[in-house]
């Protein structure tokens, strides 16, 4: 995994405030994986919206806001100075809310962590509000 999704169109957003996420994007065989396994909760369990976002990946943090152009500013800086680094995957975990989400549980290494760490002190400089569930523990 070496990159961050980025899929924001700056034109026709204007000022208006809008929930953006910080995702990246896994690579080769784990992407290949995951999306076999989507295909299987799909198939077996008749699990519709498993694939709401097209990409496996992992969620770093995600807000509400207007200034969409210094976010993107900040994080191609910032990612542009990280290389790919290793994910260890650790089980099925879920969430219920804000919605139902079964996800694959990931070993919190500190490389990841310190990265983590860094996309929500962006985001929560530079959003009106960030996702409480993705905050990072101090």
Known sequence: MNHFEK??????????A??????????GEAYAEIKRMWQLFEN????MA????????LSFQGGTSRDLKTIDLKLQNL???????PVV????DTFEKPERVIFLSVA??????????????????YCSQTFRF?????
């Not at 498993?50 to 990946?57: L, R, Y």
């Not at 993705?134 to 101090?138: A, E, N, S």
């Open 50 to 57: 498993i694939q709401n976002f097209p990409h496996p990946h």
């Open 79 to 85: 990612t542009s100075r990280m290389n790919p680094f």
């Open 44 to 47: 077996e369990y008749d699990s």
């Open 89 to 92: 995957l650790g089980g099925i």
């Open 134 to 138: 993705y905050t990072p523990p101090d």
């Open 18 to 27: 809008i929930k953006i996420g910080v995702v990246s994007i896994l690579e």
């Open 108 to 125: 919190k290494t500190k490389e990841l962590q310190k990265i983590h760490k860094k996309i929500d002190n962006l985001l929560q400089e």
């Open 7 to 16: 899929t924001t169109n700056f034109q026709d957003i204007g000022m208006r």
